[in-house]
């Protein structure tokens, strides 16, 4: 049995996780043995002081991230060198221990410096990448040394080859999605109460709580506001709820495995610029409300949303009622159903899995 080892990581945010959990199903129902490994913990003390900063950051401290991620936008040949030193050794066991046929990485930090190792140590294992994002993908992503880097769309296979990539090793493979995003094939039908989902709609927490209370403001609406993994904000907006400053048609909620019921009942997402998140929305039929996005990294996302009719843009919580209400009372919201319904993004987990039968 070929084996698959699949780096990601967990506390990053969703999307890694995600992408590779879909990677792992496809390549398991072909008879492949993987194992998904965060990488981060092999770094040591300073491998999870990164990991577990990612939330806190990008919440409390955006400006500290934004810095950081430009350092690794200009400098990465620096960040993956700090990488390679850093995780060599535990690596070098878990591949050891592991003995994989093929290594695909979803994580942008573990890409150059994945494959100056396999080069280094002489280690005859293909090496994969796998894009997760989808628009202007920073540069950490990049390896040419790679011997199949994945992308979710022509665009950034276009300007990969501009950058000098083989063209024989960029493949079009769209975004992974899961097996329960279900893709839609008929549009949603507008009736009341209209489903608002809202999925961590800020990296900012007054933010957060300034759209809650706008949107609830609308007749006819039932509103679920999923928190994930960020603790803060589902303390903060549990208290709202309990204190009553909540209006009874919303729901809170925090981490969930149930992201694909939420996702088929609503018909409307609010959310940050997360490529996963658009893409499980596009699948689901339902029209996207970009109202956030991480500075440096999610900057250029609402543009994918916007090219194709799936949605509009509103970052400011003072304007989201009279944006809703427009699109609601108008047609607005239909046309988006339409569009987004008839739109088709290939999932990337069955053609990275179709490719990998044929190739390893």
């Known amino acids: 049995m070929k084996k698959v080892l699949i780096l990601t990581s967990i506390k990053t945010g969703s999307g890694h996780r995600s992408s590779s959990n879909a990677i792992e199903k496809k ?9 998904q ?13 990164m990991e577990n900063s990612y939330i806190p950051l990008t919440t409390k401290a955006p400006l500290v991230y934004y810095f950081c991620q430009r350092v ?3 400098f990465p040949w620096y960040i993956h060198t700090e990488m390679y030193f850093r995780i060599r050794k535990n690596l070098l066991k878990e591949i050891e221990e592991f003995r994989p046929d093929l290594i695909i990485s979803v994580q942008c930090m573990f890409t150059r410096s994945i494959s100056h190792m396999i080069r280094k140590y002489k280690l005859n294992i293909p090496f994969y990448v796998g894009v997760i994002d989808l628009m202007e993908p920073p540069s950490v992503w990049r390896d040419k040394k790679a ?5 979710p769309t022509e665009t950034i296979r276009d300007d990969y080859l501009r950058r000098g990539f083989d063209p024989e090793r960029v493949l079009v493979s769209g975004f992974p999605v899961r097996d329960d995003i279900i893709e839609r094939d008929i549009p949603k039908k507008v009736e009341k109460p209209i489903r608002i989902l809202m999925v961590n709609t800020s990296t900012n927490l007054d933010k957060n709580k300034k759209f809650l209370s706008e949107v609830s403001r609308l007749d006819d609406v039932a509103i679920d506001f999923i928190c994930g993994l960020d603790k803060p904000l589902y303390k903060a907006l549990v208290s709202l709820k309990e204190e009553g ?28 610029a997360g490529p996963n ?20 990294q999610e900057d250029d996302n609402y ?9 509009i843009v509103c970052e400011n919580p003072d304007q989201i ?17 339409n569009n987004i319904t008839k739109f088709n993004i290939n999932n990337g987990a069955q053609f990275i899995a179709d490719y990998t039968e044929t190739h390893i």
């Open 27 to 35: 390549l398991r129902d072909k008879g492949f043995e993987t194992k």
């Open 37 to 49: 490994l965060d990488v981060f913990p092999l770094m040591g003390k300073m491998g999870n002081l």
């Open 72 to 74: 690794s936008e200009y």
């Open 147 to 151: 011997d199949i880097t994945f992308v």
């Open 245 to 272: 400053k909540l209006k009874d048609n919303v729901n809170i909620h925090g981490y969930v495995n149930n992201m694909n019921e939420f996702l088929n009942n609503a018909h409307m997402l609010l959310t940050k």
């Open 277 to 296: 998140v658009i893409v499980e929305a596009i699948h689901a039929g339902t029209p996207i409300v970009i109202t956030g996005h991480i500075h440096g």
């Open 303 to 311: 543009r994918y949303v916007l090219q194709h009719g799936l949605g």
């Open 321 to 337: 009622y009279e944006q809703l209400y427009q699109m609601i009372s108008s047609d607005k919201l239909e046309q988006c159903l």
